[in-house]
């Protein structure tokens, strides 16, 4: 299949924001599919937050997210008295030209975070000056939502379609097996709470991506055949049928945690291009896959890459051997800087490793870093 022709992501530059310095800035250059990998504590998973952070803020609940998170001490490098401000850029790009949305975050009494700057680029081909506005600062919630200047409204759309996902909590209370009510948004929600409602949602609209996504499951789990997605009394659970000739219908607590989790991963990936996120951000979606599962896994991810830029955040070597090392960052606590750092890897630099290794026979001999020291 051909890419098509989009405005992505092109550049993500973080400062003071956790375990990233406001002096050492992370940033991240970004092509199709973007695998960040290191070991535990390297800051993988803060670099993912960041983007959670960013759904809030297009959400009007960034004062939520703060709470949440543990005030301002808990997001701030080292907390308010060594940083006392973060900032975020994000640079969007397509053939003619380039969005750049910055903006500073402030500490501010009692341990809160508070927006004190927001500025928006366009600068267009060919073009000398770009167009540059400095919103007016709202404080409490981003004013990049409010605005009603068509370039910021541009640029909030692009950041809105950037969705972080999550299905650790596989457990009996967890969201991926719980009864939804069928009446709920035409997308997958970030922690699969509406994962049976979605899949009902694409078997009556999107049928080829619903079928897709059953030959997939069905591929990991031989003794699926189909789910079997009735509503009652306005809410619908995740049954499914096995491929003998019972009529006896699971429930979704008769899935195994990797199961469960391989079927949310199938249903955000395998959706069709009308209802897919323009950026997909995922955290370790390998726990608890089995490696076939992972080799489909890899099959999705760069299916998905088609219409859709995806970030992986990842430890796992199985699911890196499947990609180019040109997809892949390592993310390392940088000993001098006591902060995390980004490589992007290339592969120019390991042309000669890589006729005789594989990715993940370079990461666990060290070579390409991102090993725990």
């Given at each position: 299949?051909?890419?098509?022709?989009?405005?992505?992501?092109?550049?993500?530059?973080?400062?003071?924001?956790?375990?990233?310095?406001?002096?050492?800035?992370?940033?991240?250059k970004?092509?199709?599919?973007?695998?960040?990998?290191?070991?535990?504590?390297?800051?993988?998973?803060?670099?993912?937050?960041?983007?959670?952070?960013?759904?809030?803020?297009?959400?009007?609940?960034?004062?939520?997210?703060?709470?949440?998170?543990?005030?301002?001490?808990?997001?701030?490098?080292?907390?308010?008295?060594?940083?006392?401000?973060?900032?975020?850029?994000?640079?969007?790009?397509?053939?003619?030209?380039?969005d750049?949305?910055?903006?500073?975050?402030?500490?501010?009494?009692?341990?809160?975070?508070?927006?004190?700057?927001?500025?928006?680029?366009w600068?267009?081909?060919?073009?000398?000056?770009p167009?540059?506005?400095?919103?007016?600062?709202?404080?409490?919630?981003?004013?990049?939502?409010?605005?009603?200047?068509?370039?910021?409204?541009?640029?909030?759309?692009?950041?809105?379609?950037?969705?972080?996902?999550?299905?650790?909590?596989?457990?009996?209370?967890g969201?991926?097996?719980?009864v939804?009510?069928?009446?709920?948004?035409?997308?997958?929600?970030?922690?699969?709470?509406?994962l049976?409602?979605?899949?009902?949602?694409?078997?009556?609209n999107?049928?080829?991506?619903?079928?897709?996504?059953?030959?997939?499951?069905?591929?990991?789990?031989?003794?699926?055949?189909?789910?079997?997605?009735?509503?009652?009394?306005?809410?619908?659970?995740?049954?499914?049928?096995?491929?003998?000739?019972?009529?006896?219908?699971?429930?979704?607590?008769q899935?195994?945690?990797?199961?469960?989790?391989?079927?949310?991963?199938?249903?955000?990936?395998?959706?069709?291009?009308?209802?897919m996120?323009?950026?997909?951000?995922?955290?370790?979606?390998?726990?608890?896959?089995?490696?076939?599962?992972?080799?489909?896994?890899?099959?999705?991810?760069?299916?998905?890459?088609?219409?859709?830029?995806?970030?992986?955040?990842?430890?796992?070597?199985?699911?890196?051997?499947?990609?180019?090392?040109?997809?892949?960052s390592i993310?390392?606590?940088?000993?001098?800087?006591?902060?995390?750092?980004?490589?992007?890897?290339?592969?120019?630099?390991?042309h000669?490793?890589?006729?005789?290794?594989?990715?993940?026979?370079?990461?666990?001999?060290?070579?390409?870093?991102?090993?725990?020291?």
């Amino acid at each position: 299949m051909v890419k098509t022709l989009r405005t992505k992501l092109q550049e993500v530059t973080i400062r003071g924001y956790k375990s990233i310095s406001f002096d050492n800035p992370v940033t991240l250059k970004l092509g199709d599919v973007n695998i960040l990998l290191g070991a535990n504590g390297a800051g993988k998973s803060n670099i993912i937050s960041f983007f959670q952070m960013l759904s809030y803020m297009m959400s009007k609940a960034f004062g939520k997210y703060v709470e949440i998170s543990g005030t301002s001490s808990a997001l701030l490098y080292y907390g308010p008295k060594r940083t006392p401000v973060m900032s975020g850029e994000l640079k969007f790009a397509d053939k003619k030209s380039v969005d750049t949305y910055s903006f500073d975050l402030t500490n501010a009494r009692p341990d809160r975070l508070i927006i004190t700057e927001e500025r928006i680029v366009w600068h267009r081909e060919r073009e000398e000056k770009p167009y540059e506005v400095a919103l007016e600062p709202n404080f409490k919630e981003s004013a990049l939502v409010e605005s009603g200047d068509l370039v910021a409204k541009t640029i909030c759309q692009m950041l809105s379609s950037c969705k972080v996902y999550q299905f650790h909590d596989s457990s009996a209370e967890g969201p991926l097996r719980q009864v939804c009510p069928v009446e709920t948004s035409n997308y997958l929600q970030s922690h699969g709470n509406n994962l049976p409602s979605f899949l009902l949602f694409l078997r009556e609209n999107y049928k080829n991506s619903y079928n897709r996504i059953v030959e997939y499951v069905h591929d990991v789990i031989p003794q699926f055949q189909d789910f079997y997605l009735e509503p009652a009394g306005g809410f619908v659970s995740l049954r499914w049928m096995d491929n003998s000739a019972s009529d006896y219908r699971f429930n979704a607590y008769q899935f195994s945690d990797g199961s469960i989790r391989f079927i949310a991963l199938a249903a955000l990936l395998l959706q069709p291009v009308q209802t897919m996120p323009k950026v997909i951000i995922l955290d370790e979606p390998e726990l608890g896959l089995h490696p076939y599962a992972i080799t489909q896994l890899a099959e999705m991810i760069k299916d998905a890459s088609i219409h859709a830029q995806i970030i992986i955040a990842t430890q796992s070597k199985d699911l890196v051997d499947h990609f180019d090392i040109d997809d892949i960052s390592i993310i390392e606590m940088n000993k001098d800087t006591q902060s995390t750092s980004v490589t992007h890897l290339s592969d120019e630099d390991y042309h000669l490793w890589l006729q005789k290794y594989t990715v993940g026979e370079l990461w666990d001999k060290n070579i390409i870093g991102g090993r725990p020291v």
